[in-house]
């Protein structure tokens, strides 16, 4: 079962968290909220809750928000419903990019179900996002691909107040400057009229929109791409929020017509060091034995990087300059792979042509998944089988174990998959 299924765009990935928080959005992208125009958040955790430490921190901040150009009349409306969100502390420590293996980040943003909507939803929006490539030279697949990993292609804007979650991380203190900074620029988009109050939705950190920009990202970076006056990441049109992902790619140095990475095969008993900041030209990688996955040339567009967390016979990837923009956006190798490959997906490519080993307890992402399937069957919910083993699972596996008198540890097994078959 997923853990919290996108907690990115929500407060997942984005774009200028540095190391994020995501990079633009706010979080890491899997696990947000809800969709469209809908209102705030009914979770408890997620709704203002009395703290007077956080009350005396926004008495101070009133006074450093109006030397920085808020009006009173703007504080009075910004701050009108503002509190401290215990919600948004705990998710600061949790993000799902950070803390999961490349095999299973990309499990839960570029799944089946996830190209297979990310292909329609791609069809949909082929015109504007076309129109949006023809612009900023950042390909139509990345800004779709971008879009599917913040808010799963806008189901997941997120429903937390803006305000109050980047208010409660500044009192916080752990990036208080930081976010202090996202709170005032939260209090400017309603001053200079960009939305409401009420609209400014987004994920636990921040994010906001379609692609997760947090407040300051989006003061620098948002684009009215129609020029109608506003620059609306939050309505149900995604067009504004396309080309403010690729303006930022653009500005971050994107190279037209380069790839971000590719599938590579590492020859057995390879031994060179890997890792995206060790890189070496396409030549060298060539003379180590490194060849592109499934045949066909190696092609050179300068210094290249390979990404091996399975080491030789697993995935792993040869990474472009264009991967390095990608990670402006999200500073998270896992971010940047689950980008780069759900865009390969959605342009219309095949899946991986190597395969993840066994883990751990000794099974495979297949078998994993057969182990929820087989619970699920036996009436112990393990959520959507997806060979990710998450909370849900691990609450699942404990309760057959009671239930059948074994010692109850949560954990999957070889034993406990064919004891279910």
């Keep these: ?101 490349t095999e299973d980040y990309l499990a839960l943003v570029a799944g089946d179900d996830d190209v297979s909507l990310g292909r329609s939803r791609f069809a949909t929006h082929r015109s504007v996002l076309n129109e ?45 400057r930081f976010f202090e900074a996202q709170t005032i620029a939260a209090l400017r988009i309603i001053q200079n009229g960009d939305t409401t109050p009420d609209r400014l939705l987004g994920s636990w950190a921040g994010a906001m929109g379609h692609t997760q920009f947090i407040p300051t990202t989006y003061e620098e970076h948002a684009v009215d791409f129609r020029g109608d006056g506003r620059r609306d990441i939050w309505s149900n049109d995604p067009t504004d929020s396309f080309a403010s992902t690729a303006s930022y790619f653009n500005r971050s140095g994107w190279r037209t017509g380069e790839p971000w990475g590719m599938e590579v095969q590492l020859p057995s008993g390879f031994s060179a060091t890997t890792g995206r900041d060790t890189r070496r030209s396409v030549a060298s990688w060539r003379e180590a034995g490194v060849r592109r996955a499934g045949g066909g040339a190696l ?72 182990l929820q399937e087989a619970l699920n069957r036996a009436g112990y919910d393990a959520g959507t089988p997806d060979g990710v083993i998450g909370s849900g699972t691990e609450a699942a596996i404990e309760a057959y174990q009671a239930a059948n008198g074994l010692p109850v540890t949560g954990e999957p097994s070889a034993a406990l998959l064919r004891r279910l078959r």
């Design 132 to 176: 949006v490539e023809a612009r900023y030279g950042v390909p139509a697949e990345i800004c779709c691909a971008v879009w599917g990993v913040e808010s799963r292609y806008g189901t997941r804007l997120g429903d937390i107040p803006v305000i109050s979650a980047v208010s409660t991380l500044a009192w916080e203190g752990r990036r208080g």
């Design 299 to 370: 092609p050179d567009h300068g210094s290249a990087a390979i990404y091996a967390p399975g080491g030789a016979g697993a995935p792993a990837w040869m990474l472009f300059h264009n991967f390095n923009v990608i990670l402006r956006y999200n500073n998270s190798t896992n971010y940047g792979i689950g980008v780069g490959y759900l865009s390969d997906r959605i342009a219309g490519g095949g899946p991986l042509r190597q395969e993840f080993g066994a883990d751990a307890s000794g099974l495979t992402q297949s078998q994993r998944r057969q």
């Design 1 to 101: 079962m997923r853990m919290t299924r996108r907690t990115f765009g929500a407060g997942g990935a984005c774009a200028a968290l540095s190391g994020c928080v995501g990079g633009i959005g706010g979080g890491g992208g899997l696990g947000i909220g809800s969709a469209g125009d809908g209102g705030p958040s009914t979770d408890p955790e997620f709704m203002p809750q009395p703290n007077a430490s956080y009350s005396e921190w926004l008495t101070g901040f009133r006074a450093r928000a109006r030397a920085a150009g808020i009006s009173d009349d703007t504080l009075t409306r910004g701050l009108r419903n503002a509190g401290y969100l215990p919600g948004v502390v705990e998710r600061d420590r949790n993000q799902t990019e950070f803390r999961r293996t």
